[in-house]
T-cell receptor, first 115, second 112 residues
């Protein structure tokens, strides 16, 4: 398996533009997590899904952020409109309750810069 | 609202054992202790986890105290490539309590 795949790897956009980050989890995994990492705030959990259903979105900073998981193999995190303070590395991770370890596998991240 | 506390940083000499402590005094009976590490700008990587018993794998050993309020991750022979931020996390992995909340972690620096 290729692991968790995130796209794009880097995104530079202007303030006010819509940004969409994409994630393809590992096949067969039933949990998907979205994280944001900055120097100031560390690694923050934004939202996570179980079997494509959002379970906890309490970490989503505000209404400008939205996440969807239309099927088991794809998820998006959208920011509209984007602001400079949204600049961060966004990680997607997936895991499976069926695995003995139940460990989460992380993607390589998307580095977002909003200018 | 991380449920664990770790020192900010530590260092050790290459080839020596690195012992990384973690306090999780409010851990629930069904919560596991997980350790992940993050090497400069990469996504975090799973290391090991345990519930009550001590665990060992090819990467590390995990020692959990009998009252489960603290644990220690042991890297038996640290190398320069082990320089990273190490995160200790507790999670029950059941439905609504399946979130993996990362704290600040501990920065381990392995010196030559």
């Amino acid at each position: 398996d290729a692991g968790v795949i995130q796209s794009p790897r880097h995104e530079v956009t202007e303030m006010g533009q819509e940004v969409t980050l994409r994630c393809k989890p590992i096949s067969g995994h039933d949990y998907l997590f979205w994280y944001r990492q900055t120097m100031m705030r560390g690694l923050e959990l934004l939202i996570y899904f179980n079997n494509n259903v959002p379970i906890d979105d309490s970490g989503m900073p505000e209404d400008r952020f939205s996440a969807k998981m239309p099927n088991a193999s794809f998820s998006t995190l959208k920011i509209q409109p984007s602001e400079p303070r949204d600049s961060a590395v966004y990680f997607c991770a997936s895991s499976s309750m069926g695995r003995a370890k139940k460990e989460a596998f992380f993607g390589q991240g998307t580095r977002l810069t909003v200018v | 609202d991380a449920k664990t506390t770790q020192p900010t940083s530590m260092d050790c000499a290459e080839g020596r054992a690195a012992n990384l402590p973690c306090n999780h005094s409010t851990i629930s009976g069904n919560e596991y202790v997980y350790w992940y590490r993050q090497i400069h700008s990469q996504g975090p990587q799973y290391i090991i986890h345990g519930l009550k018993n001590n665990e060992t794998n090819e990467m590390a050993s995990l020692i959990i105290t009998e009252d489960r309020k603290s644990s220690t991750l042991i890297l038996p022979h640290a190398t320069l490539r082990d320089t990273a931020v190490y995160y200790c996390i507790v999670s029950a992995y059941t439905g609504a309590n399946s979130k993996l909340t990362f704290g600040k972690g501990i920065t381990l620096s392995v010196r030559p």
